[in-house]
């Protein structure tokens, strides 16, 4: 771990705040020996962090289960292990909101009421929306006031209580299904496949800082992107490249893209 690496690491001023507050907290913990950790991050924010503490020993990356998207960087002294992160102590908690089945509010509308709540970005993990029911992960020290204070997301009432970690309900993500060949595996081909929209204007995307892969940003339209990574475009969506099949006759590549709805 070398905290010169901040200045290497960091695009935007706003990044070396950023990591500059990682720092500090993870290295709070590692000098007392006591569990710590950030707010929860953004997929390019934990590559960020990624890069910073590289492979420092007892540093996790936790978002109350298993894929979860956004998370915390946990640092774990000796005498815990992972097992610490899903008991009562762990650092996140989930919150149950319930609602009448006949309600469909969205992802947009809870976290909308959330942040319109006072709560910041930050203080707020994956939210995850089923039928008459959303649980989302918060920080430990949020948790508290939102258990009283939070009683409806737009116009739809809502009964909140904690439940254990390993009882959340993740809904599979809703994708369509893209099969398409293409003359590469470029980053602006598989754009333009998976939003359907011209390569052009895929160029224009990513050019223009849009697009990300796996989370860390790119603005070079020939990366060449791998099997099972997550693209991000910022104002279309997202999508996976799950699958490359090989070469077809006529020496394009046949690929299987998800576009998550």
Same mark, same amino acid.
Not at 57 to 71: N, P, V
Not at 120 to 134: L, N, Q
């Given at each position: 771990?070398?905290?010169?690496?901040?200045?290497?690491?960091?695009?935007?001023?706003?990044?070396?705040?950023?990591?500059?507050?990682?720092?500090?907290?993870?290295?709070?913990?590692?000098?007392?020996?006591?569990?710590? /950790?950030?707010?929860?991050?953004? *997929?390019?924010?934990?590559?960020?962090?990624?890069?910073?503490?590289?492979?420092? !020993?007892?540093?996790?990356?936790?978002? /109350?289960?298993?894929?979860?998207?956004? +998370?915390?960087?946990?640092?774990? *002294?000796?005498?815990?292990?992972?097992?610490?992160?899903?008991?009562?102590?762990?650092?996140?908690?989930?919150? &149950?909101?319930?609602?009448?089945?006949?309600?469909?509010?969205?992802?947009?509308?809870?976290?909308?009421?959330?942040?319109?709540?006072?709560?910041? &970005? !930050?203080?707020?993990?994956?939210?995850?929306?089923?039928?008459?029911?959303?649980?989302?992960?918060?920080?430990?020290?949020?948790?508290?006031?939102?258990?009283?204070?939070?009683?409806?997301?737009? &116009?739809? +009432?809502?009964?909140?209580?904690?439940?254990?970690?390993? !009882?959340?309900?993740? *809904?599979?993500?809703?994708?369509?299904?893209? &099969?398409?060949?293409?003359?590469?595996?470029?980053?602006?081909?598989?754009?333009?496949?998976?939003?359907?929209?011209?390569?052009?204007?895929?160029?224009?995307?990513?050019?223009?800082?849009?697009?990300?892969?796996?989370?860390? *940003?790119?603005?070079?339209?020939?990366?060449?992107?791998?099997?099972?990574?997550?693209?991000?475009?910022?104002?279309?969506?997202?999508?996976?490249?799950?699958?490359?099949?090989?070469?077809?006759?006529?020496?394009?590549?046949?690929?299987?893209?998800?576009?998550?709805?």
């Amino acid at each position: 771990m070398d905290r010169s690496n901040i200045e290497k690491i960091a695009r935007e001023p706003e990044d070396k705040l950023l990591l500059a507050k990682l720092w500090d907290k993870i290295g709070a913990g590692m000098r007392k020996s006591i569990p710590s /950790g950030t707010p929860f991050l953004s *997929p390019r924010e934990q590559e960020m962090a990624k890069f910073l503490f590289g492979e420092a !020993e007892g540093i996790f990356y936790f978002g /109350g289960y298993e894929g979860a998207e956004r +998370k915390m960087v946990v640092y774990l *002294p000796e005498y815990l292990d992972e097992t610490y992160l899903m008991d009562e102590d762990s650092p996140i908690v989930c919150l &149950r909101a319930s609602f009448y089945q006949g309600d469909t509010p969205s992802h947009r509308d809870f976290l909308g009421a959330l942040m319109g709540s006072g709560i910041s &970005r !930050e203080s707020i993990g994956d939210i995850c929306v089923s039928k008459g029911s959303c649980d989302f992960f918060v920080t430990t020290q949020i948790a508290p006031y939102i258990l009283q204070n939070f009683t409806g997301a737009g &116009r739809v +009432k809502l009964h909140l209580e904690q439940i254990p970690l390993c !009882e959340a309900s993740i *809904p599979e993500p809703e994708t369509k299904e893209i &099969r398409d060949t293409l003359a590469s595996l470029r980053l602006d081909s598989v754009i333009s496949s998976g939003f359907r929209i011209g390569r052009s204007l895929a160029v224009q995307h990513i050019h223009a800082g849009r697009a990300a892969i796996d989370g860390l *940003p790119c603005e070079k339209p020939d990366k060449a992107v791998e099997e099972g990574a997550k693209i991000s475009v910022r104002g279309l969506g997202k999508i996976r490249l799950t699958a490359i099949n090989g070469e077809t006759k006529k020496k394009r590549i046949s690929v299987v893209i998800h576009r998550y709805v």
